[in-house]
């Protein structure tokens, strides 16, 4: 009797692979580049599961694509890209992997608060082309952050890990959240702020929200007006809650003092994005999770969940619980 068919849009660390050749036929895409639409297409014509990451996007013209398709896994916490609802309606399992990257992603975006506000990247290129002459006073002087004050917009996993982070820097925390979280308050001494209050009282703005109905495009033009001329802007969630333009236009015309970008709009980000040609923008390539260690959990757990949905057993990270 054959082995059931899943496929995997990326290469993934073998010891998650093995965990799935043992019960599976695997199919994987081995470049290191996004899978081409007709590729994954044609994939899924036979696949009973999927192992994705958040370059595919699941639609109806996929899943009418996959008569066959029982389950899919995501290596990712957000799952923006699936129609949840039409896999729900079809029967389809869907599996994400929270919790294990919480630590990571808020490592990177607590560093990359700090490169953008101490100028660490500009000052980098600034050495790099042969600009500096001698030490000055005011010689890529950037923004205190011991003692300043954080805002951070959605406080889930990694919002609170952000925030326990910011205590060792003394940071006043605010936070703004669909609901509040007393026992964040108690532990951390964070302060719950409506989003207004927080835009206008923090040093240093975090936008770690999932992407929703509610949050795409939750800042825009009025909100970065609201931000003070100091302010610093983080963004670690994903590029559509936020209005690329008016950010830009923001910064242009030093209405915040400079942002820090892991994601955008469109990605991988194009090159002619005038965010890029800013000298108070440190862009990277949306590499939250991205340590060694947490990648490889993240593999072995959408993996498990996948094979555990298809051998129907109860996964332990359903996003549709609904079907359980």
Do not use: C
């Not at 496929?7 to 799935?20: D, G, K, S, Y």
Request: net charge negative; glycine share 8%.
């Amino acid at each position: 009797m054959s082995k059931p068919y899943i496929f995997i849009t990326r290469e993934i660390p073998n010891h998650a692979l093995e965990l799935l050749k043992e019960s599976f036929e695997v199919g994987m895409w081995n470049e290191d580049r996004p899978i081409p639409r007709e590729v994954l297409l044609a994939e899924a014509k036979r696949a009973e599961g999927l192992l994705i990451m958040l370059t595919e996007r699941i639609d109806q013209e996929l899943l009418d694509a996959a008569p066959n398709l029982k389950a899919i896994s995501i290596m990712a916490v957000g799952y923006d890209n699936i129609d949840l609802s039409l896999a729900t309606e079809r029967g389809i399992f869907v599996m994400n992997t929270p919790g294990v990257l919480s630590n990571a992603t808020a490592d990177l975006t607590f560093g990359l608060l700090m490169a953008t506000g101490r100028r660490i990247a500009e000052a980098n290129q600034y050495l790099l082309d042969g600009k500096w002459i001698g030490w000055g006073p005011m010689l890529m002087a950037g923004q205190e952050i011991y003692g300043s004050t954080i805002g951070i917009i959605g406080m889930g996993r990694i919002g609170e890990a952000v925030a326990k982070r910011a205590t060792g820097f003394d940071m006043k925390i605010l936070y703004h959240n669909r609901n509040r979280k007393p026992e964040v308050e108690e532990a951390l001494g964070a302060e719950y702020r409506s989003l207004d209050d927080l835009l206008q009282e923090s040093d240093f703005i975090v936008m770690l929200t999932p992407l929703t109905p509610e949050t795409e495009n939750l800042i825009g033009k009025r909100e970065f007006e609201l931000m003070k001329e100091t302010a610093v802007f983080v963004n670690v969630s994903r590029g559509a809650t936020i209005d690329e333009e008016a950010l830009y236009e923001a910064l242009v015309n030093k209405k915040i003092w400079a942002a820090g970008l892991d994601v955008f709009r469109q990605e991988p980000v194009p090159m002619d994005n005038p965010l890029l040609k800013l000298d108070n923008v440190v862009a990277i390539p949306h590499i939250g999770s991205a340590s060694i260690q947490t990648r490889t959990k993240m593999a072995v757990m959408a993996a498990q969940g996948l094979k555990d949905a298809l051998e129907n057993k109860k996964p332990e990270f359903v996003v549709n619980k609904e079907l359980l």
